[in-house]
Each structure stands twice: as C-alpha cells, then as structure tokens.
C-alpha cells in the first residue's frame, strides 16, 4: 500500500483531535456543542498537519507543545468559518448545514469569539514570538477579509489583489505554523524561512485550487454547492481569468454584476467560465505555487516527514475536493 | 475643587488612548477606521481604571506594562460592544450610531475580531498568569453572552441567572482587570484576592446601575434610548422585580411577551415599571456590592489611589450616565 502524505503524524493527528474536543469544554453546553459542532465537522486539517511535519521534519521531539499550537491553529481557522458563513451567508459547509443556519447567527457568532479566546489561550501559554507570530497571522486574516469585502462584485478585480487576499486569509496563517513548528523544533533562522515558504507557497496553492473547486468540482464530495463564490460576487482567480476573455468574458460580467443572482445564473455563468482558458490558467499558478513549496524543502534532510511534505503539496494541487 | 475619582490616574488614562490608538493601526483603513471609531467615541473607561488604580494603589511602578494590559481589557471590551450591537440589534451606542449602522454588518464583524485579536496580542507578550487570567475573563464574556441568550423573552427569568449573566459579561472582565493590576505590582496573593473582590463588586453594581438606568436614565447624557433592554427582551434586574409586583406585573409581562414590541409598548411598561418598586429594590442591591467593594479596600494603606478606589466606587453607584 502506499502510505498517503498524513500517514506519518497519524498519532499527532489524533492528538489535536482530542486537545480540541478537550479545550472546548464549558459550562455552557451550547457553547460546547456549537465548537464541536464546527471542529467535528472534518475538513483537511491542513493547517496542524503542516505545522506538525515542518516541526517533525526539524527533528522536533516535545510532541505535546506541537499538538497545541498546532490545535490553535485549527481552532483559529474553524472560528474564522462560522463568522466568514455569517458574513457571506453561506448555507452549507463541508457538507453540513452552516453554524449560523443551525443555531442562529447570535449563538454561532459568540461562539466564533468563544473559539478565537480559547485559541489564544493556548498560543498564549508559548512566548512573545510564538505569540507573535500567531497574532500576527490573525491580524493577516482580518486585513484581507476586510480587503475582500471591498472587492465584492467587482468585475475590475485585478489579479495582484487576489493574490493579496488569499495570501493574507490561508496563506499566511498556514506559513505561521511552518515556521512555529520549525521554531518549536529548534531549528535555525535559516530553516525558519524555508518552512516559512513552504507553508506560504502552499497555502496559495490550496486556496486557489479552492477557487477552481467552487466552480469544476463535485458538490458531493466537497460538501456544497458549486458557483458560492460566483454568487457571493467574489472575483477569484478563475473568475477574474475568465471575465478577462474576449469571447466570453462580457457575458460572465454581465451575470457576475446581477444583484440577485439565481441559480440557473451561476449555472450559466460557471458554464461558460469553463469554456474559456480560465481554470488551466488557474491550475498552472497553483501548480507554480506547488513548485516553490517543494524548492523550498530541498535542504531539508531527507526524512519520512520530508517525503510527507512533498507529497501533501502534490496532493493538494490534484485533489479534487 | 474636589478631585473626581481619575484625577491620580489622568496621565496613565491618556497613555491608555495613545496605547489603543496606536495599535489599531492598520494596512487596511476601514479596519483602523472603525476600531477607533469605536474605541474613540468615549465611554467611562472604567475598566483601564480599575487595573491602573489596583497597580498604582498596591505599589505599582511600571506604568507602561500595566497601560498595555489596561488598553487590552478596554479593546476586548470594545471588540464585544461590536458584536453585541450585531446580536442585539442596537442601534445607539455612546450617543453614536452602532459601527455595524455605520459600517455594515460584515465589515463590523470582522474589525470586531481584528480588535479581538489586537488586544491578545498585547495580552499575549505577558506571562502565562496573565494570559490565563485575560483569557478566562473572555470566556466568562461569551458564556455569560450565551447564558443570556438564552434568556431572551423569559418572563420567568430568575434573579440569580441575571446575576450570573453580568457577573461573567461585565463583573469578571473588571475583576480581571482589578487583579493583572495587583499582580504587576507585585502584590501578594491576599491583596490580588482582595483587589479582585473589589472589581468583582464594582462591576457588579455598575451593570445594575447600567440596568436601572436603561429604565430611568436621561436618554440625552446616555448616549443612546432608553428602554432598549425591555425591546430586546432582556430580562435585566429591574425588570425581573418589576414582573414579579402584584398589581403591576402581569400587565408589564404581557408586553414583554409581544414579539414585535413598539416604542409605544416600552413606553407603557417602563411607566408602569418605576410606579413599582423594582427600582428601588435593584438600587438597595446595588448599594450593597457598592458596599462590598468598598470593604475590600480596608486592609490596603491609605494612598490617593484608595481614596480614588472610594470615590470610583460611589461615583458609579450614584451616575446618571
């Protein structure tokens, strides 16, 4: 059998599982059982696991410190959905009915804050560079929301802002765990930096093979419906590619600017995005990404964990959910 | 001229402002923008008081370090204002339109974590204590925001559900406060009880007071109108008495339980609320933890600072604002 990029921090895994159900506890149950709801609910787990192999690929041996950090980083990541679906009213959510639908926007927002505190208080447990480095990349992920926000339903979107966007959203935050599980693991500043750009140049990549998704995936397995960006008004990377195309391109405009957008209009708008250049335009940046997260391993010591990094950089560029 | 309660700390309160105003600096504007149109538009900066005055009072010297964490509980208190205005629908604050009017919901959501996340970063570079005594006051913020909840429209709330929603939403946070001071000046485990028994106290009675007032306050020095506890469906302390009169309960019930209560229904029942002794009987508790607080202070020597302590302590009890 070949073993998949995650088999070699299964253990690890398995740990920020249980430091993130544990962490969660309160006396109020609702509180609780909202965070387990949104933890539970799967996802990737991109972000610890990135933070956990740069720190087991830097010889890191304090198992237990990764594993929080790592959590935070995750539980970070799970607040910020509850109250980007409030923002962006988006009704589902790997696979599931979205927080906000099921509890209520009030509960699912204290908890989003309930879930940033309790992420803090772990991260805050590490000293002022780990704290640092953690609220730093927070901060990151409010700047380029609200970025967004100021580009919602511009057809005008110019690709450097797109690429600004995400680097600050997903890019940034999973570079923080690179370097914080390199620092962790004691590493030089050098390898810092080369972590640090692993976990940059990935996270650009996963987020725009995000984008691609919301348009030519498959709405079983990635858990909601496809066209959410493109009926939010969101430019991405494929959108802003493909309203740039001579013969298809006013069309695709032309929906993206309806105030209202219906389904049938995403439909369209998706179909026709999909006979122009856009998503091979798109997939060949991604895969640009891919590249450089790879270059930037390549004075790491050969190590299963280093083989896991290759491969999870693979194997975020050719998922298809 | 009698001094007021913050003249020993006028200086340090101005550093506090610089502190906030400083911090919220940011690439994004309109994320800087709301965070100081929030954080500039007043209010009593009680809790910054009371963590300078407790430092100061127990022999604190480090001025700086405790206007870090003074300007971190006065930011978390700002970032909850935000959200609370998005749950609550509020439409007045501080005699200002609500940042989620003036600036839309998601654009307010969103500066409400970037001032979540600022405030823990100040928070964060201090030790593991601190961290936890910061974090668990935020916890008890978004329990106690949830335990409200679910209390909304419950003419059978019982009074000490209402003590325990502002015991974590306004008490614990100044209590917090009152402590990280006392611990900065190196104060010893009895005197950091005894400060913390006093903001527990103070907070206790200012929310009272803040209830009582959503009832009788001048809607002009409020800043914002009046009634809007009863609109909401809050059963505040004031309220819960009221309910519970005889010849005028029932009638102010009834009008709790519309849904779609008018200006007009919350004019009829706060009419018929102060003709109760619901106000009285919510100043008589008040008082008390007037009392208690000041009580707390008989074991710390005589400074201007305790003397400010008293004064804060009865100027609270007795505003009108």
Redesign the interface.
């Known amino acids: 059998m070949v073993p998949t990029w995650d088999s070699t921090i299964r253990h690890e895994l398995d740990l920020v599982e249980e430091e993130m159900r544990g962490s969660v506890v ?3 149950e ?2 609780t059982e909202i965070s387990l709801y949104v933890i539970g609910s799967g996802g990737k787990r991109i972000r610890p696991a990135i933070a956990i192999l740069s720190f087991k690929a830097c010889g890191g041996t304090d198992v237990p410190k990764v594993v929080k950090i790592a959590s935070a980083f995750e539980m970070i990541h799970a607040a ?1 959905l509850i ?1 980007d679906d ?2 962006d009213h988006g009704d589902y959510r790997r696979g599931r009915v979205a927080a906000y639908k099921k509890f209520g ?3 699912a ?6 879930l ?3 992420s ?2 772990m ?3 590490f000293d ?1 560079r780990i ?2 480095m ?3 990349a ?2 990151a ?3 380029s ?3 967004q ?2 580009y919602e339903g511009d057809v005008d979107a110019p690709v450097d802002k797109y690429l600004k966007i995400i680097e600050g959203k997903t890019a940034k935050p999973i570079e923080a765990g690179a370097r914080v599980g390199a620092y962790l693991a004691k590493a030089d500043e050098a390898r810092i930096d080369q972590m640090g750009e692993y976990g940059l140049a990935i996270g650009m990549a996963f987020q725009i093979i995000d984008d691609i998704l919301d348009i030519v995936g498959n709405e079983k397995t990635l858990g909601k419906p496809k066209g959410v960006d493109f009926v939010d008004g969101k430019p991405t990377l494929p959108l802003i590619f493909a309203m740039a195309d001579a013969e298809h391109g006013p069309e695709i405009k032309r929906l993206f600017l309806k105030p209202d957008k219906s389904h049938q209009d995403a439909e369209e708008a998706l179909a026709l995005v999909v006979r122009t250049d856009a998503i091979a335009q798109s997939r060949r940046l991604a895969r640009q990404y891919t590249d450089k997260a790879k270059a930037a391993l390549s004075e790491l010591p050969d190590t299963e964990y280093k083989a896991s990094m290759v491969k999870l950089a693979d194997a975020l560029a050719e998922r298809d959910t």
Do not use: P, R, W, Y
Request: net charge negative; aromatic share 8%; with cysteine.
């Open positions: 309160s006396e109020q609702l509180l910020t109250h409030i923002n926007t009030q509960k927002l204290i908890a989003g804050d309930f940033f505190v309790k803090f208080k991260g805050g447990t002022e704290v640092g953690v609220a730093d927070c901060t992920i409010a700047e929301e609200m970025l926000s100021l």
